[in-house]
């Protein structure tokens, strides 16, 4: 069966410091990934997905980037992180390469202090 | 673009209580519309989903929703609320455009409160 790994699952920051979090995925290949940040009674906003290695789409612009060095692992990181970045961090993936149930990781909650 | 949208930020009901969570989409075409809830700290888990064919979808944990077109909903229904119930809920519809990679929009959430 199919498993999602996210890592670490709290992480405190100062800000101007760099960030990365990882993400892994299980039992199925080329599957689709998706960064989702949540903040506080604003749903999920979707930040970065990815339909390959290498392939990295920006929804949101700002000082976060992604990376796919692997068919299941994607990464999110920062140069210098800022207040604004606190939130709680989802990597999920997809199959297929329509609409299709996205199954999702259990989240890094990231304070920037 | 498509968006969606849950008019209840947060809903109280009894333990026993049926409940009923609103969820209004806006898209071009037909949607694919999917209910998801989530514990405090934890990700995200589908309840259930709708593609096509019958507007009435089941999923898990004894809930249900309702595609309705004409009013652009997809309101999540359970007969009887139980404790462990108690969790955000989420709409979402999905993108299905060639290059859209099945993103998924989704609501700001719908806290669900249960009183004993």
């Known amino acids: 069966s199919q498993t999602i790994h996210q890592w670490p699952a709290t992480l405190v920051q100062p800000v101007g410091s760099p960030l990365s979090l990882e993400c892994t995925v299980e039992?199925?290949?080329?599957?689709?990934l998706y960064w989702y940040r949540q903040a506080a009674g604003r749903g999920l906003q979707l930040l970065f997905y990815s339909v390959g290695i290498g392939q990295i789409s920006s929804e949101v612009p700002q000082n976060l980037s992604a990376s796919r060095p692997q068919d299941r692992q994607f990464i999110l990181s920062s140069k210098k992180l800022l207040l604004s970045d606190s939130g709680f961090y989802l990597c999920a993936w997809s199959a297929g390469q329509g609409v299709d149930e996205q199954y999702f990781g259990p989240g890094t909650r990231l304070t920037v202090t | 673009a498509q968006s969606v949208t849950q008019p209840d930020i947060h809903i109280t009901v009894s333990e026993g209580a049926s409940l009923e969570l609103r969820c209004n989409y806006s898209?071009?075409?037909?949607?694919?519309l999917f209910w998801y809830v989530q514990s405090p700290g934890q990700g995200l888990q589908l309840l259930l989903k709708y593609f096509s064919g019958d507007t009435l979808v089941q999923g898990i944990k004894g809930f249900e929703a309702e595609f309705k077109r004409s009013q652009s909903s997809f309101n999540l229904r359970k007969p009887s609320v139980h404790w462990s119930d108690a969790a955000e809920y989420f709409c979402?519809?999905?993108?299905?455009?060639?290059?859209?990679?099945?993103?998924?929009?989704f609501g700001q959430g719908t806290i669900l409160t249960v009183h004993p």
């Open positions: 039992g199925t290949s080329n599957p689709n």
């Open positions: 979402a519809v999905g993108d299905a455009g060639g290059t859209s990679y099945g993103k998924l929009t």
């Open positions: 898209y071009g075409a037909t949607p694919y």
